[in-house]
């Protein structure tokens, strides 16, 4: 079974321009959900989807965050125009099921700098 | 409000036992996880306590209280391929599988 894959691995952008993160969770995971971590903070939580729908976005920084999940398969994370502040790891999880009980299963992550 | 608090690192030599402490102040509580995460790698399941007691798995064990907010995870037979971080992680109170995360303790294991 293929694991959680994202891409890029690694992006550097300037400041105001625009970076596009994808996630492609395990088949058949209706759950997914976007983390990032900062430097020297803990990985936080951004949004949730179950399936094309988000369930809770409670944890995106500003408008400037867009995420998607058309047909419910792989998601999109937009920052744009991005700040210096939005450096990190991106991190996306799937789960078969919301349950708190459920492991999510992690992707390596997406380190993005902004310069 | 949730709050998770661990270590920020730990030095232990191969061979040797360590115990990774955790504790936390939830409203609700939907069971601990620990996730290990290598550098550069996804943080991967290690365990999860939702009772009070312990969880044995191989080299790494797991334990939980719930009346005093605590954690911790033992991992014996040290080898240089545990140096990673742990990370004590609960599912948030609303109970959507949302995550929340401990800063996470860095252990180097020496030889």
């Known amino acids: 079974e293929a694991g959680v894959t994202q891409f890029p691995s690694h992006s550097v952008i300037e400041k105001g321009q625009t970076v596009t993160l994808r996630c492609d969770p395990i088949?058949?995971?209706?759950?997914l959900y976007w983390y990032r971590r900062v430097m020297g903070k803990e990985i936080k939580f951004l949004l949730h989807f179950v399936k094309e729908s988000k369930q809770d976005e409670s944890g995106m920084p500003n408008n400037r965050f867009l995420a998607e999940r058309t047909g419910g398969t792989y998601s999109t994370l937009k920052v744009q125009p991005a700040e210096l502040e939005d450096s990190g790891v991106y991190f996306c999880a799937s789960s078969h099921s919301p349950d708190g009980a459920y492991e999510q299963y992690f992707g390596p992550g997406t380190r993005l700098t902004v310069t | 409000g949730q709050n998770i608090d661990q270590p920020t690192e730990m030095t232990a030599t191969e061979g040797a036992i360590v115990q990774i402490n955790c504790t936390y102040q939830?409203?609700?509580?939907?069971?601990l996880f620990w996730y290990q995460q290598h550098a550069g790698e996804a943080p991967t399941f290690l365990s999860y306590?939702?009772?009070?007691g312990l969880e044995e798995k191989g080299r790494f064990s797991s334990f939980l209280s719930r009346s005093k907010g605590y954690s911790y995870l033992l991992l014996k037979e040290l080898q240089m391929k545990d140096s990673a971080s742990y990370l004590c992680v609960t599912p948030s109170s609303s109970n959507t599988g949302k995550l929340i995360f401990g800063q996470g303790t860095t252990l180097q294991v020496k030889p």
């Open positions: 939830t409203s609700g509580f939907n069971g």
């Open positions: 088949s058949g995971h209706d759950n």
């Open positions: 306590n939702v009772l009070d």
